[in-house]
């Protein structure tokens, strides 16, 4: 068995036991029931995944997943690949608005090169290179079924690391000029949505390059045909390197009991494709913030999740998912450290 299968078959069922208790210690705490709102359901959603009545998310790590796109020679991005190479030195540098997002919300930021087009070093790069960027998805498969599978290994492989130095709490995103194109393709194969009503401007081309951007895509679908209920074939033949490593994570992460916060349209094509592996990980997934990019709402859906924020941000790198770490903190410090009705001496019957 590959670590892929042997991953996908230790992802189980929430304990559903304690996300009761849960709610009963939620409900024994000095608020009228349900007044936290969404924080009390994360809370049970903490305890349903950590099989603890009182769980910890307070060791924060944030994952940057980069990866490159053949597709770009189709000019369907308003920047140039190199973009994707600069981008990873910034966030290596601390300068991005990730590295700044992250340190304000008390996360440790790892970044992995899973597919940069470009050769990238850094003393605290991670060099996961599968390949040197996707081919062009437009013409044919964006990479083989052995490069996808490759690909999601990385990334159980890069959370697995985080989880053994303590990690409790772990964020996705990514950088990869062509992505989103990558990415709606994605959408388009796993629902019944029209192009109209997924493509986006992404890095923010004009209305002539959102055209060519869905022509670009109806073609990859012709030529490429993915399967619709193979999320690998879906992967390989529209996806990215980047999208199969979050994937991976968020598999890697729910066979270890550790939710995932996701973040903009590319994390949530990443979750789509991770849901079709194993329909059983999104309940180990926390939705972050609703992107400007059309399609991202629809992957929502499709997941059964609600986002937290609308801040109208398009920026990708993982920035609503390190935004929302402290939400999802809040619920664990709540159930952990507020007083029952009874440890407060307020009474409720006359
Ligand atoms: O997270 C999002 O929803 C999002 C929306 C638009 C753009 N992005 C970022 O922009 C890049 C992809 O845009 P594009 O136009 O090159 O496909 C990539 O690096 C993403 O991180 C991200
Ligand atoms: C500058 C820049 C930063 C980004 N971060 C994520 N995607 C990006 C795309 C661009 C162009």
């Known amino acids: 068995?590959?670590?892929?299968?042997?991953t996908v078959n230790n992802i189980t069922e929430l304990n559903r036991a304690?996300?009761?208790?849960?709610?009963?210690?939620?409900?024994?705490?000095?608020?009228?029931?349900?007044?936290?709102?969404k924080l009390e359901e994360i809370a049970v959603q903490l305890a349903g995944i950590s099989g603890e009545l009182l769980p910890q998310v307070d060791n924060k790590y944030h994952v940057v997943m980069a990866g490159d796109h053949g597709v770009?020679?189709?000019?369907?991005?308003?920047?140039?690949?190199?973009?994707?190479?600069?981008?990873?030195?910034?966030?290596l540098n601390g300068g991005a608005a990730v590295n700044v997002l992250a340190e304000q919300a008390g996360a440790e930021v790892a970044i992995v090169d899973i597919g940069v087009a470009q050769e990238i070093e850094g003393?605290?790069?991670?060099?996961?290179?599968?390949?040197?960027?996707?081919?062009?998805?437009?013409?044919?498969?964006?990479?083989t079924r052995e490069?996808?599978?490759?690909?999601?290994?990385?990334?159980?492989?890069?959370?697995?690391?985080?989880?053994?130095?303590?990690?409790?709490?772990?964020?996705?995103?990514?950088?990869?000029?062509?992505?989103?194109?990558?990415?709606?393709?994605?959408?388009a194969t796993s629902t019944d949505l029209s192009l109209e009503q997924i493509v986006g401007y992404g890095t923010g081309i004009d209305e002539a390059g959102l055209e060519k951007k869905k022509k670009v895509i109806a073609q990859a679908l012709e030529v490429n045909q993915p399967q619709v209920n193979d999320g690998l074939d879906i992967l390989a033949k529209v996806g990215g390197l980047e999208i199969g490593g979050m994937a991976g994570v968020m598999l890697g992460a729910a066979a270890h009991r550790v939710p995932v916060i996701i973040d903009g349209l590319i994390s949530g094509a990443a979750a789509l494709i991770a849901h079709k592996i194993e329909p059983q990980v999104s309940n180990y997934l926390l939705p972050s913030h609703q992107s400007v990019e059309p399609g991202h709402i629809k992957i929502y859906e499709a997941l059964d999740l609600e986002p937290l924020l609308d801040l109208e941000m398009r920026l990708g790198?993982?920035?609503?998912?390190?935004?929302?770490?402290?939400?999802?903190?809040?619920?664990?410090?709540?159930i952990n450290g507020m007083a029952t009705f009874s440890e407060a001496g307020i009474t409720v019957e006359d």
């Open 147 to 187: 490069e996808a599978i490759s690909s999601l290994e990385v990334g159980i492989e890069v959370v697995e690391d985080l989880i053994k130095q303590g990690a409790n709490l772990i964020g996705t995103g990514e950088m990869g000029i062509g992505n989103t194109t990558s990415s709606s393709a994605i959408l």
């Open 1 to 6: 068995m590959n670590l892929l299968e042997s």
């Open 123 to 143: 003393e605290n790069l991670l060099n996961r290179k599968v390949k040197y960027g996707t081919d062009n998805l437009a013409v044919g498969p964006a990479m």
């Open 317 to 334: 790198e993982g920035t609503g998912a390190v935004l929302s770490m402290n939400l999802v903190e809040a619920a664990a410090n709540i």
């Open 72 to 91: 770009v020679e189709e000019g369907v991005s308003a920047f140039p690949q190199q973009v994707t190479t600069q981008m990873v030195y910034n966030f």
């Open 18 to 37: 304690q996300m009761r208790q849960a709610q009963k210690r939620l409900d024994s705490l000095t608020k009228p029931p349900g007044s936290l709102g």
